[in-house]
């Protein structure tokens, strides 16, 4: 259970309304993690790419003009100033501490150019991977497949002169990694059909030993642990070939990327049983009415998810019962995709959970869950959009650990506030506006002597703002403070930072 004192360890963010930012709701058939300050953040706002595309294809000719202005005077800029820049190019390369991202087409190596007896001697040894792990080996032999990102990570490997002499482990490394490398690297798929190079690849199929590859980080026995490869352009979609290294593998971070994952695709992940964080928010993770892939029940030791902005449609739990095997699960982030349905029961079993955030999809479900006797370390709980029934049921009071709370544009939730609220003494930032809530401003919440926000605009209720709310608020060292209610007509408010009709 979260301790009281570690609390203001956690981080808070605020809640602000993006929806103009969003994809169109029939985008798919048409086939944060923290929370914290907006002053302190470092977090992107995550635009969603068929939005921008949208945009763009709109204003097609402008932009085309504007490309060509920019180019001349990018050109003349550049022949002004070449001189000077070239003359201070050595002495300021040596002093820069800092490296410039390594961006290049993959490499290519021609077979013909490898002996035959290597080639053959090779492909025994990389079948001999295949068939102990039970992985089809199709991709890797089948000519008639084209040239594959496993074929061309074979014969990269088979170029390399000393690659009889690595152990099993790191053959099998630089194998798998190159096949991730050639598989995510300019490659194509269903979203994007001509995707650029890496942004940066720094030492990836180099010499170097594949721990010291960019992204790439490793134990003390030089075995994988983690790929961090966020914001780096990676495209097409993840190769089986990770299989091979999955055992040691506790992090996948590929947020902000072009990859593209659907049915059988997500086959890779029944492999990452001790996976601990997965990372893949901003991508096009895509199902069809089947909510979150099946393969995700293998991630027994996931502890945090974040797959906001990607393509995920469906109940959230159609058949598979994932959320069974996330008993280990802190951190749920699922905002922006289009799941359906109601909210999974054993959400209300995750007792380690600290992080909830479901906003932005076209789930109907009420806050029975929240009911729960288990939900003890339940610190963030974001609910916004979606279509939320019934009312706030009183048990909310019992969740003390609970610091910040954003349940708002719901078309039915109503019912008064409860009272109980007030004795949720961590609480920070409560949002619950645009809901159909009903009665007076429970006087209880004035107690939280924390309170920062208290937004409960455009709602039923009536009879005055207590003052203790405005006083509580008024004392926050907090620059986005705020107390916003239907003062203009409903609401007696004197203090509060907004009125709304």
């Known amino acids: 259970m979260i301790d009281p004192a570690d609390v203001n360890d956690l981080q808070l963010e605020d809640v602000a309304d993006y929806s103009a930012d969003y994809a169109e709701k029939d985008f798919p058939s048409a086939d944060g993690n923290n929370l914290q300050n907006p002053e302190e953040s470092t977090e992107k706002v995550h635009y969603r790419r068929a939005r921008i595309m949208a945009l763009m294809r709109a204003n097609k000719w402008f932009i085309l003009v504007v490309a060509i202005v920019l180019a001349v005077l990018i050109g003349v800029i550049s022949a002004v100033g070449g001189g000077s820049k070239k003359s201070s190019s050595s002495s300021s390369s040596g002093s820069s501490s800092s490296r410039s991202p390594v961006s290049q087409p993959p490499i290519t190596v021609d077979p013909k150019t490898i002996d035959e007896k290597v080639l053959d001697a090779l492909m025994v040894k990389l079948i001999g991977f295949y068939e102990d792990n039970s992985l089809e080996v199709d991709n890797l032999k089948d000519d008639s497949l084209g040239t ?72 003390p026995n030089k075995e994988v642990t ?69 393969q995700f029940k293998r991630l027994v030791n996931i502890e945090k998810i974040r797959l906001s ?56 479900f009420n806050l029975d869950f929240l009911k729960s006797d288990k ?22 009071g019992n969740l003390d650990t609970l610091v910040s709370v954003s349940i708002t544009n719901s078309t039915s939730l109503g019912g008064p506030i409860p009272s109980e609220i ?73 203090c509060c930072t907004q009125c709304y009709d």
């Not at 194509?188 to 590859?213: F, I, M, R």
């Not at 089986?240 to 593209?260: F, K, P, Y």
């Not at 930032?429 to 159909?436: A, G, S, V």
Request: hydrophobic share 35%; net charge negative.
């Open 148 to 219: 594959t990102p496993q074929k061309q990570a074979y014969w990269w490997l088979a170029s390399e002169d000393g690659w009889k002499n690595l152990s099993d482990r790191d053959l099998i490394q630089r194998y798998a990694l190159a096949s991730f490398y050639y598989a995510t690297n300019s490659r194509a798929n269903a979203q994007e059909t001509s995707p650029g190079p890496w942004v940066d690849a720094y030492k990836w199929l180099s010499d170097e030993h594949t721990c010291d590859w960019k992204g790439i980080v490793c134990d």
């Open 422 to 494: 007030g004795n949720l003494s961590e609480l920070r930032r409560l949002w619950l506006y645009k809901n159909k809530l009903t009665g007076e401003i429970p006087t209880q919440i004035a107690k939280l002597g924390k309170l920062e926000v208290f937004e409960v605009h455009n709602n039923l209720l009536s009879g005055d703002m207590p003052d203790g709310i405005c006083s509580n608020v008024n004392d926050a060292d907090y620059v986005n403070k705020a107390v916003t209610s239907d003062c203009k007509t409903k609401i007696g408010c004197d």
């Open 375 to 396: 939900l003890v370390n339940l610190f963030a709980l974001w609910l916004d959009n979606n279509d939320i029934t019934g009312t706030i049921p009183t048990e909310i």
């Open 309 to 364: 902005y990607n393509l995920l449609q469906g109940q959230m739990e159609s058949t598979a019962k994932v959320f069974e095997h996330w008993g280990k699960l802190t951190h749920l982030e699922i905002e922006s995709n289009y799941l359906t349905g109601t909210m999974p029961t054993e959400i209300a079993s995750l007792s380690n959970l600290v992080y909830l955030y479901m906003r932005r999809n076209d789930m109907t």
């Open 226 to 294: 983690a790929i961090k490869m966020s914001e780096n352009n990676l495209s097409g979609s993840l190769p089986m070939e990770l299989s091979l290294i999955a055992a040691t593998i506790t992090e996948l971070d590929l947020t902000t990327n072009l990859i593209h994952m659907e049915h059988k695709m997500y086959d890779v992940f029944e492999s990452f049983e001790n996976l601990e964080t997965l990372l893949m928010d901003d991508n096009y993770l895509q199902t069809y009415n089947s909510g979150l892939p099946w």
